[in-house]
């Protein structure tokens, strides 16, 4: 008899046994804004999202959610016997990475330069001027011929090569002795005496005002509207301006002193 029901006992345990086990699983939905990132839990690798996960055992189980060019993001989810959990996560985009300047590259091809002399920022380049490397970014271009030498601002892009265009060599041509060149704004007024916004600069030096706008001629000087020979440039993170103008405002400031 005892033998009987010990053999009935084990009978009852096999067969309650699988619905023990099947009951002490769940299910986890994981889902991305945007989808399509890689689910880590517990360290091993199930998918990407969205993804429902079935059989899991009940307790805490630890997720890892990452995206190239996303944030990666890590969080708990409780599991129920039973039950099916949601995850849903807002992944955060990576900041972009700064990029020098001077570390992205790119190239300068200079077009009707014969017999003429090429200097970038005061550099001079080796002719041929033809897909010259040079640093992406706003520089100064200066072509000397002869007794005469023009200035431009040019912007070369990173992977890209630049082609500029020099206009014919005319007679009217500015000689050096009366060229204008841009200069850095700093060196003839106070930083505290200008400001940078955009491409807009404002002056307010010494009861003077100045307003002009990076690649336009156009200025503003005490009210009254003006005609540059060059274009104010942004070089380097600096306002440039032309050296006749700068000369004007520096002459102008002795001329109030005395």
């Known amino acids: 008899m005892s033998m009987r029901v010990l053999v009935t006992a084990l009978a009852l345990v096999l067969a ?75 992944l955060t985009a990576n900041a972009p990475q700064p990029q020098e300047q001077s570390h992205a590259k790119g190239a300068l091809t200079v077009r009707g330069a014969e017999g003429a002399k090429i200097f970038i920022d005061g550099v001079a380049l080796t002719p041929p001027y033809d897909a010259q490397p040079e640093n992406a970014g706003d520089h100064i271009l200066l072509v000397q011929r002869g007794a005469t030498r023009t200035t431009t601002s040019i912007r070369i892009y990173p992977d890209t090569t ?40 404002a002056i307010h030096h010494n009861g003077m005002e100045l307003e002009c706008t990076v690649g336009s001629r156009t200025y503003v000087l005490n009210g009254k509207p003006g005609v540059l020979s060059v274009a104010p440039a942004m070089v380097g993170g600096k306002p440039y301006l032309p050296m006749s103008l700068l000369q004007r405002i520096s002459s102008q400031n002795k001329a109030a002193t005395r």
Request: hydrophobic content about 40%; charged content about 10%; cysteine-free.
């Open 162 to 201: 630049t082609t500029t265009s020099l206009a014919p060599r005319s007679s009217s041509t500015t000689q050096m002795g009366s060229a204008d060149m841009l200069a850095a704004l700093v060196d003839y007024v106070p930083a505290s005496d200008f400001t940078v916004s955009g491409d807009e600069i």
């Open 16 to 90: 309650v046994a699988p619905v023990i086990a099947s009951s002490a699983h769940g299910s986890v939905y994981v889902s991305t804004l945007p989808p399509g990132a890689s689910v880590w839990m517990d360290g091993n690798y199930l998918g990407n999202t969205p993804l429902f996960v079935d059989g899991l055992d009940a307790g805490r189980h630890f997720l890892t959610l990452t995206r190239s060019g996303w944030q990666p993001q890590s969080t708990a989810v409780d599991v129920v016997s039973g039950h099916v959990a949601s995850v849903n996560a807002v």
